[in-house]
């Protein structure tokens, strides 16, 4: 690993300026981590420094994990892709259709006209959402009393779709699911199954759904941004039983730990003696699979959490099993067939197979899809290409 200068003076800047309130940044090739960066402070305005092994709240990031948990059992011949998922609940045994409200506000439901796969789940086209991109759904919640997610109910993912399995994409509660069916077919909970199947194997000793007291002392504070772009230090989530663990956005991780899994994506399913899917299928995860169903463009209904989301205007974005799939080059470096995500607090990475480059990017910040972490995720995107390029 060689010093990249210039990748240090876009995000001690960022930092300094107040920018973000730290950040810590990593990229490797298949070759190996080529950069490794944290600046800044894990909160403002006086927290203690950040630094490599910080632990993040990583949100959907979540989200690749638990695919590939699945995508193991696939593998194993306990899952199928497109064969109905198990019917754990009836959420998923005979899940509904929200199609509006009536003239007294009662939800309108109907049976839904195809049964959910396992396909239609990792690819966020089941027909469930989020309420924070969803008016009708948000409206749902509180006119049901439903829980909502952060309550961390088992309850809470007892919704409705918004429309029929397969006819569309929009972004969900999906993997979630993913994470219970997991649970179910294995017989551990979701901690227990990655410790063992993903976070041992790969020495991702930092990556859990249980965060432990000398964990906490290490984890970056969460901030708010202001419509004046000034952030708010927000505190800690306290400790609580959640009732499930939570697939689709739970666990925290560090920045080493989490591009220790993305290696082992960029090579194939393996790194060092550990495998943990073989190449065809991690091939399979990074392939179109929702055809020409547009994706990625999500409209906020709750803006303290959450911008609007577009991160590749006007091109071609699809999703693949577990992530987004980018048709085209990317405007900062990634070829195509790219795939990327991100967490709820602005954590980002991008796996692109072509370049053999994968990378990510961290920081504590709400809302979602913020223009200036964006912005500097794609600075750092760009000069690590360019670094890669002049050598």
């Known amino acids: 690993?060689?010093?990249?200068?210039?990748?240090?003076?876009?995000?001690?800047?960022?930092?300094?300026?107040?920018?973000?309130?730290?950040?810590?940044?990593?990229?490797a090739t298949d070759r190996g981590v080529i950069y490794q960066g944290a600046f800044g402070r894990r909160a403002l305005p006086a927290g203690s420094a950040m630094t490599l092994d910080t632990v993040f709240r990583i949100a959907s990031m979540t989200k690749a994990v638990t695919s590939v948990a699945a995508m193991q059992l696939v593998e194993r011949g306990r899952l199928a892709l497109d064969a109905p998922v198990p019917g754990i609940d009836p959420a998923l045994?005979?899940?509904?259709?929200?199609?509006?409200?009536?003239p007294a506000?009662?939800?309108?439901?109907?049976?839904?006209?195809?049964?959910?796969?396992?396909?239609?789940?990792?690819?966020?086209?089941?027909?469930?959402?989020?309420?924070?991109?969803?008016?009708?759904?948000?409206?749902?919640?509180?006119?049901?009393?439903?829980?909502?997610?952060?309550?961390?109910?088992?309850?809470?993912?007892?919704?409705?779709?918004?429309f029929d399995p397969g006819d569309k994409w929009e972004y969900g509660i999906n993997i979630d699911w993913v994470g219970r069916i997991v649970e179910a077919l294995s017989g551990q909970d979701l901690e227990a199954y990655c410790r063992e199947h993903i976070f041992d194997p790969l020495g991702m000793a930092d990556t859990t759904y249980l965060v432990s007291p000398e964990q906490r002392a290490r984890q970056a504070a969460r901030h708010q941004r202001g419509g004046d772009r000034s952030l708010t230090l927000l505190p800690f989530e306290p400790f609580f039983a959640s009732e499930y663990y939570a697939g689709g956005g739970g666990l925290y991780s560090t920045a080493g730990d989490y591009l220790k899994f993305l290696r082992a994506?960029?090579?194939?399913?393996?790194?060092?003696?550990?495998?943990?899917?073989?190449?065809?299928?991690?091939?399979l995860m990074g392939e179109n699979q929702i055809g020409a169903l547009p994706a990625g463009v999500m409209k906020t209904a709750n803006p303290e959490l959450t911008n609007d989301v577009d991160f590749f205007p006007g091109a071609r974005v699809r999703w693949g099993l577990g992530y987004m799939l980018t048709l085209d080059p990317g405007p900062n470096g990634r070829g195509s067939g790219s795939?990327?995500?991100?967490?709820?607090?602005?954590?980002?990475?991008?796996?692109?197979?072509?370049?053999?480059?994968?990378?990510?990017?961290?920081?504590?910040?709400?809302?979602?899809?913020?223009?200036?972490?964006?912005?500097?995720?794609?600075?750092?995107?760009?000069?690590l290409y360019a670094t890669l390029d002049a050598a």
Do not use: C
């Open 1 to 27: 690993m060689r010093a990249l200068p210039t990748i240090d003076a876009v995000l001690r800047e960022a930092a300094a300026s107040g920018a973000v309130p730290g950040v810590v940044a990593m990229a």
């Open 93 to 102: 045994a005979s899940p509904q259709v929200l199609e509006g409200f009536d």
């Open 105 to 162: 506000g009662t939800p309108i439901l109907r049976p839904a006209r195809r049964p959910i796969t396992l396909r239609h789940l990792l690819t966020h086209t089941a027909g469930f959402s989020y309420a924070m991109w969803n008016p009708h759904l948000d409206r749902y919640i509180a006119t049901s009393g439903t829980p909502p997610l952060m309550t961390g109910r088992s309850a809470a993912l007892s919704q409705p779709l918004v």
């Open 265 to 283: 994506l960029l090579h194939g399913g393996s790194l060092g003696d550990a495998t943990i899917l073989t190449p065809p299928t991690v091939v």
């Open 339 to 383: 795939v990327t995500w991100a967490g709820l607090f602005n954590t980002y990475y991008w796996i692109d197979p072509a370049r053999k480059v994968t990378g990510l990017i961290m920081t504590q910040v709400l809302p979602f899809a913020d223009p200036t972490i964006v912005t500097l995720y794609g600075r750092f995107e760009r000069e």
